[in-house]
C-alpha cells in the first residue's frame, strides 16, 4: 500500500521560505514520477514541480516546473530516504495553497488526474 505523508507547511511571511517534505512508502519508486501540486480555495488543483525518481520518461526532462514558481521552487529527492522535497523561496500570497505529494508510474506528468497516489496535503499560508 502506497503512502505519501506530507509535512513541512505553515505560516510565513511574503519573500519568506518554507521546505515541504513528503515522505514515501509502500513500495519502490523505480520510473516512477514523483509531483507537487497545490490547491488554493475555490481554485482547481494544479501542477507545481515533478521529478523522476528513478527512470521513467525523460519526456519532460529529469524535473520540470510550472511557469509560476520557476527560479523560486526547487523539487529534490533522497532515495535512500524515500524523500521527496519541495524548496519554496521568495514566496508570495498567491503561493497561498495546500500543497499536496503525488506519485504515479511512468514518470512525469503536469496534469493531476495522471497521478495514482496523492498523500493528504499540508497547508502553506504566505501573509503580505
Known amino acids: 500500500q502506497v503512502q505519501l505523508v506530507e509535512s513541512g507547511g505553515g505560516l510565513v511571511q511574503a519573500g519568506g521560505s518554507l521546505r515541504l517534505s513528503c515522505a514515501a512508502s509502500?513500495?519502490?519508486?523505480?520510473?516512477?514520477?514523483m509531483g507537487w501540486f497545490r490547491q488554493a480555495p475555490g481554485k482547481e488543483r494544479e501542477f507545481v514541480a515533478a521529478?523522476?525518481?528513478?527512470?521513467?520518461?525523460?519526456?519532460?526532462?529529469?524535473?520540470y516546473y510550472a511557469d509560476s514558481v520557476k527560479g523560486r521552487f526547487t523539487i529534490s529527492k533522497d532515495n535512500a530516504r524515500n524523500m521527496l522535497y519541495l524548496q519554496m523561496n521568495s514566496l508570495k500570497p498567491e503561493d497561498t495553497a495546500v500543497y499536496y505529494c503525488?506519485?504515479?508510474?511512468?514518470?512525469?506528468?503536469?496534469?493531476?488526474?495522471?497521478?495514482?497516489?496523492w498523500g493528504q496535503g499540508t497547508q502553506v499560508t504566505v501573509s503580505s
Open positions: 521529478t523522476n525518481w528513478s527512470g521513467g520518461s525523460t519526456y519532460y526532462g529529469d524535473s
Open positions: 509502500g513500495r519502490t519508486f523505480s520510473n516512477y514520477g
Open positions: 503525488a506519485a504515479r508510474y511512468g514518470g512525469i506528468r503536469t496534469t493531476w488526474g495522471r497521478y495514482d497516489y
